[in-house]
Structure formats: C-alpha cells, structure tokens
C-alpha cells in the first residue's frame, strides 16, 4: 500500500514568515494530494488539494507544489497569522481507490 | 445540515468491556470512513463503507466490526475493548471515491480510552 512521511512533526514560526511543510508518497500511481487542518481539539478540515495534472496551485495565502518525478508535495504557507496554528496532515490518494493515505501530521506553532 | 456527528463524545472502557461508537451523516454520501488517531500519529484507517450493505477492512481493523443498514448510519462496534484500542475516532463521509478527489467531512471525533 501507500506510504506517506511528513516532515517537520514539529515548526514554530514567528508571525508573517512563511511555513512548508513536506511530505513523500511511495505509490507513483497516486494522483490525488489533499491537505488537512486540524486545529487543537477539532475535526480535521480540507484546507487545499491538488491533483497530478497540474504542479502547483494556490488560494490566497496558501500553496501546494507537486513534484511527480521525486514523489513528493509540500504546503506553503505565507504571512502566517496565530489562527494558522495547528496539526496540518498531508494525505494521498489515487484513481479507484477508496480511502485516502494520511501523514503523520505537523504541529504548527506561529509565535505572535 | 449537521453533517457528521458521532456519539459519544468522551468514554472511559474497562479491559473486556464493549460498546459501540455512533455515526451518521445527513449528505446522502455513499463513502462512510472510520479513521483512529493517536497521540502524534496521523490517521489511520479502521474500516469503510461504499454503501448500505457494503463495508470493507481498512489499514487497522483488528479488534473492530462495523455495519452499514442506511445510507446515513456507519457504526463501529468494540467486542472486547484493549488499552491499545485508547485512541481518539473520528468517522468521515465523502460523496464518491477518496481517489477522485472528494472531500472527505470528519466528524467532532470520540475520544476513548480503555483502562
């Protein structure tokens, strides 16, 4: 099956930098990359999702690449505010399949 | 629409014990998902369902069972509950296959734990 890392488990940014975060699939047959927020003692939330046919796409002040060829796909954050502080999962997927294969989540702290 | 909701909230087991966590959904989506989440970890998928009568193992469905009578109910069942079984659930639905695309909606999750 799919394998998913993500990296960092941990990041504190101070509030207006910018935050990535990073994560590597295993199946070169996915094709669906979604990005999940979770803030603390909340449900999981779609943020943003990108699919293979395209490298990049944005919504305001967030990102996603995606580098087919390395298998990997990371999130963007820019200008960050305290209310972006929480889990961010990275997830993948692909064509018929039925569930979604997650990473193991980034705290994101942003210091005000 | 309440979307996802699950029951209970909060419940502390005994080794042994068993019970059941509610979820339903009021979408009408066919893809019903129950995930377990622990402490650092990400989400790991338990069992699934692509509609009433249709459910199948996901990555960690040992020591779980499940069913799916209605379009809108995706119990899961704990037969002899374990400390390993101490996790926080949470139940998700999407309108079609998570390959295509589709959002997956969580539910406020059940936090357990088996003591």
């Known amino acids: 099956g799919e394998n998913v890392e993500q990296h960092p488990s941990t990041l504190s940014v101070q509030e207006g930098d910018s935050a990535v975060i990073k994560c590597t699939y295993s199946?070169?047959?996915?094709?669906?990359f979604p990005w999940y927020k979770q803030e603390l003692g909340k449900r999981p939330q779609l943020i943003i999702d990108i699919r293979s046919n395209v490298g990049e796409k944005k919504d305001q002040r967030i990102a996603v690449t995606l580098n087919k060829t390395a298998k990997h796909f990371s999130l963007h954050i820019t200008e960050t505010q305290p209310e972006d502080s929480a889990v961010y999962f990275c997830a993948a997927s692909k064509s018929g399949a039925n569930n979604l294969f997650f990473g193991t989540g980034t705290r994101l702290t942003v210091i005000p | 629409n309440a979307g996802v909701t699950q029951t209970p909230k909060f419940r502390i087991l005994k080794i042994g014990q068993s019970m059941t966590l509610q979820c339903a959904q009021d979408?009408?989506?066919?893809?019903m998902y129950w995930y377990r989440q622990d402490p650092g970890m990400g989400l790991k998928l338990i069992y699934y369902s692509v509609g009433a009568g249709i459910t199948d193992k996901g990555e960690v469905p040992n020591g779980y069972n499940v069913s799916r009578s209605t379009t809108e109910d995706f119990p899961l069942r704990l037969e002899l509950a374990a400390p390993s079984q101490t996790s926080v659930y949470f139940c998700?639905?999407?309108?079609?296959?998570?390959?295509?695309?589709?959002?997956?909606?969580f539910g406020p999750g059940t936090r357990l734990t088996v003591l």
């Open positions: 199946d070169s047959a996915s094709n669906y």
């Open positions: 979408m009408n989506h066919n893809y």
């Open positions: 998700a639905s999407s309108y079609s296959l998570a390959g295509v695309g589709n959002e997956q909606f």
